[in-house]
């Protein structure tokens, strides 16, 4: 997470179906349990601009999710990240979202 971190700027804002975050440390507080049930990740395509960049993958769960398919585009600011859109159908994952921690 050291690392994540240190790729973060400020400001900094995370915006998913269901998280929203302006906090570098709030964000990455999220990502232990989301990785925990991750089995896989399959790169689709990898977009990339001068201060932005996106990539589409596809995400397998230890959950009844299964498989996610997900982009994430990242804007970044003086070499930073200074924000991530996260975009996935949420319908999967609707019978679950009482455990999910915004």
């Known amino acids: 997470m050291a690392a994540a971190a240190s790729h973060l700027g400020r400001p900094f804002r995370f915006q998913s179906p269901f998280i929203t975050s302006d906090d570098p440390e709030g964000h990455l507080a999220?990502?232990?349990?989301?990785?925990?049930?991750?089995?896989?990740?399959?790169l689709i395509s990898e977009l990339y601009g001068e201060t932005?960049?996106?990539?589409?993958?596809?995400?397998?769960?230890?959950?009844?999710?299964?498989?996610?398919?997900?982009?994430?585009?990242?804007?970044?600011?003086?070499?930073?990240?200074?924000?991530?859109?996260?975009v996935f159908d949420?319908?999967?994952?609707?019978p679950m979202k009482a455990h999910i921690q915004p």
């Open 90 to 94: 949420t319908s999967p994952w609707q």
């Open 52 to 86: 932005e960049a996106t990539l589409v993958y596809d995400v397998h769960t230890a959950t009844p999710a299964g498989t996610q398919r997900t982009a994430e585009h990242f804007r970044l600011s003086d070499g930073k990240i200074a924000s991530i859109l996260l």
């Open 30 to 42: 999220t990502l232990p349990g989301f990785v925990s049930i991750v089995t896989g990740v399959e």
